[in-house]
């Protein structure tokens, strides 16, 4: 018997308790994120960013987004990914005033201590 469950928002946990995404969910994710990178990489100002329609679709798929996004970072596709690994995470491994640079490599270390990404 398999030690996954599958919550009522169709997360399945793991034996390492985290969520995660299903098949179908990973699929939107992608779309969403492809389709914000899409509609908001020309821009410069982050409210835009972190306002469009497809990153809080993004963040209301919940905790079992971060891996995903982190990923998404940890591919070296660029983002403004930083607010919304906030709000899910309810943590900031960021220091004040960081560089893009530095805040993507605080956000990967903070994920692959936490095993979140390889």
């Not at 939107?28 to 908001?40: D, G, I, K, S, V």
């Not at 410069?44 to 971060?66: D, N």
């Amino acid at each position: 018997m398999s030690e996954r469950t599958i919550s009522g928002r169709g997360e399945q946990s793991g034996t390492d308790g985290a969520a995660h995404l299903d098949a179908a969910q990973e699929k939107e994710f992608r779309a969403l994120a492809n389709q914000w990178h899409r509609e908001t990489d020309h821009h410069s100002s982050t409210s835009i960013i972190q306002s469009h329609a497809a990153l809080q679709k993004i963040v209301r798929m919940g905790a079992p987004a971060v891996p995903l996004i982190l990923r998404e970072l940890n591919e070296g596709r660029d983002g403004h990914w930083f607010q919304a690994l906030r709000t899910l995470t309810g943590e900031s491994p960021v220091a004040k005033d960081s560089s893009y640079d530095a805040c993507r490599a605080a956000w990967l270390a903070w994920g692959r201590k936490r095993g979140l990404i390889a």
